[in-house]
């Protein structure tokens, strides 16, 4: 997966569901030719499928559960997921959290299926936690800057700095991104400035009234890093 990443997660906003969630990953599609920035997206569960079949840029999952195919009504899978021709899955995302145990086993499976598995994290034990597991990217965030006004590159830069050097004590695999009230350009370079590969980002896209403009802002802070 090429970094640095600009990830933007739909959530369950209105705003991105079903074909206005279509014509806001045509935009993110848009932006990430124009510019060459890894621009990927994480639509509504329900419009996976629907979304990866018409974009060609990468798709993920919003969650997985730790289950194989069989019963377990309202689940998903990491095999419907690899069907749905999505690149990989949040984990652990702050609004969806798992148990240890089974992000582990979830992040085996994706590499033994060739996902791409982005373990959310909210602070820097839980980070080092889940580096141990060799994920490719940890997202952290923390959880009371999320959906807020005030990035975490701003409101608590060494987060994002502690949690790219202990990471990197434990493994120089792993890739960390951040998360929390990135809203800009600025935001996205000073998280690249910290270390970081990438940033995982919501209402500053999905809540934005012109969301080309703010995606544009956003690529140009890869650019100009
Ligand atoms: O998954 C991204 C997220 O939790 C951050 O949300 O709205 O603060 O960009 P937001």
Redesign the pocket.
């Known amino acids: 997966m090429k970094t640095p990443i600009i990830l933007i997660?739909f959530?369950i906003y209105d705003e991105t569901s079903g074909e206005k969630g279509l014509e806001l990953s045509r935009v993110c599609q848009k932006v990430s030719e124009k510019s060459g920035v890894n621009i990927s997206i994480a639509p509504q569960m329900v419009d996976l499928s629907y979304i990866s079949e018409k974009v060609s840029i990468p798709v993920f999952s919003q969650h997985v559960d730790n289950l194989k195919p069989g019963s377990g009504t309202g689940k998903t899978t990491l095999e419907s997921i690899k069907k749905s021709k999505a690149s990989g899955t949040?984990i652990n995302?702050?609004?969806n959290r798992m148990k240890l145990a089974d992000i582990e086993s979830i992040v085996d499976r994706c590499k033994e299926m060739d996902l791409v598995s982005v373990v959310?994290t909210n602070n820097i034990s839980v980070s080092k936690a889940a580096a141990m597991f060799d994920p490719t990217f940890v997202a952290v965030?923390p959880p009371e800057?999320?959906?807020?006004e005030i990035s975490v590159t701003d409101a608590d830069p060494d987060i994002v700095k502690n949690t790219v050097k202990q990471i990197r004590d434990i493994s120089s695999r792993v890739k960390v991104l951040c998360?929390?009230?990135?809203k800009n350009g600025e935001d996205v370079k000073k998280a690249i400035e910290l270390g970081a590969e990438g940033v995982?980002?919501?209402?500053?896209v999905t809540k934005a009234k012109n969301p080309l403009e703010i995606l544009e802002d956003l690529a140009n802070g890869v650019i100009n890093e």
């Open positions: 997660n959530k949040l995302h702050s609004e959310c965030e800057l999320i959906g807020g998360g929390a009230g990135i995982l980002l919501a209402s500053g």
